[in-house]
């Protein structure tokens, strides 16, 4: 992957061309390529499935996410823009992860060296509010890299959590967490969160962070509920 900024360039101004769909989406998947040369995934919203809780427009929640990624300092998300210039109208345009494939979190999740990026993504998905953090959403690229991906059903405001991740259930947050937190929290959320969700789901975020930190332990499930289908 090229640099950040020029990633984000790539992503935001590139002639973008259809190269197939990503079989077994829940909502129209595309991958693409970015003047030819590079890939990337495109989210159309009109592929997206009527949903009763989360209303149209998903793509702007994958755009959050790396957002909010982005302050929080943890480089997770992969650069994701928004665009309304795309082959099926308007969507999210994310980097494509040149990943092992065969590989998620449930293969990844006992290697020492992974744990400190799958502790991050177990407190970005509280924050976020993932209502669908399934194995496969964790990502390992050829460097050793963890990426998480999908993050379109985030950011309600009501708490819906699910995930896969509960091996760190009420461990300890880690200190570097934690003051990453108590900065976003210090300086604020970054503005264009202000366009991309509405006022209560911006507060929201910052009322799981501050629970977060004020709890200073990784949540636990005591429903045994929490958890997407399928896990994978």
Not at 74 to 94: E, I, K, N, Y
Not at 95 to 104: K, Q, T
Not at 187 to 214: F, K, M, Q
Request: charge should be negative.
């Amino acid at each position: 992957m090229p640099e950040l900024t020029a990633a984000l360039a790539l992503l935001e101004g590139a002639d973008v061309e259809l190269v197939g769909r990503v079989a077994d989406s829940s909502n129209a998947t595309f991958v693409v390529t970015l003047d030819g040369e590079h890939r990337a995934i495109y989210k159309p919203v009109r592929g997206e499935r009527p949903l009763w809780d989360f209303p149209p427009g998903l793509h702007r929640r994958e755009r959050a996410a790396h957002v909010l990624d982005r302050a929080l300092g943890w480089d997770l998300v992969p650069p994701t823009v928004v665009r309304d210039d795309l082959p099926l109208g308007p969507g999210s345009l994310q980097w494509f992860v040149d990943a092992d494939f065969r590989h998620h979190y449930f293969t990844l999740r006992d290697e020492p060296a992974h744990r400190r990026a799958f502790e991050r993504i177990c407190a970005f998905d509280v924050v976020v509010n993932n209502t669908d953090r399934k194995s496969g959403h964790c990502l390992v690229d050829d460097t050793g890299r963890i990426w998480a991906i999908d993050h379109g059903l985030t950011f309600h405001a009501e708490f819906k959590l699910r995930t896969v991740i509960w091996d760190f259930a009420d461990q300890p947050l880690p200190g570097d967490v934690t003051d990453d937190l108590c900065r976003l929290l210090d300086t604020g959320l970054p503005e264009e969160l202000g366009e991309l969700l509405d006022p209560i789901e911006r507060d929201a975020v910052r009322t799981r962070a501050r629970a977060l930190v004020t709890r200073g332990r990784f949540p636990v499930d005591t429903t045994g509920r929490r958890w997407p289908w399928p896990l994978v």
